[in-house]
């Protein structure tokens, strides 16, 4: 009988290679503006569900991979989703007794401080302002999380990863 759980890298692969193709995909202006964290979205619920296989580190990395696939400044992701892999490994126990509605709150407190530490760090920068519509991707990352949080779960379940 396979190990299902020796797959579980290749399930963090390619469900995060989804994520950053949904990260691309434009579909026009407002699209932008209202298009959730996947990456986040996705490293979050790995991290939670599998914290001895996949944090801090793994956040590190994916964080340069979107910064590289952003084009943003290099190590700015990197820093914000080792971050948050940090309190997502260091609560996952309860993360995971919460309902899911529970957790969005989470997910809620982890996407404001992402978008704030990018506001940081672009106004530092170039002296950015960024009106209300900057922050409307932190509404639609909360309310993707269940759709997320289930589609992810359904695959892991399915593929018997423990």
Known sequence: MPNHNA??????FVTLGVAMILRLISLGPISDLLNPDWIMLVMVYWVMALPERFGVFSGF???LLTDV???????????????????TVKEHRRLRQFPVLHQCVFIFYFLMFSKLLVFGLESLKAGNRFGIEYWY??????????AVFLVLRYIRVLARIA
């Open 7 to 12: 797959f579980a890298v290749i399930y963090f």
């Open 61 to 63: 990395m994916v964080g």
């Open 69 to 87: 696939l952003t084009g943003r400044m290099l190590g700015q992701y990197a820093l914000i989703y080792a971050v948050i892999a940090y309190f």
């Open 137 to 146: 991707s932190v509404f639609t990352s909360v309310l993707a999380w269940p």
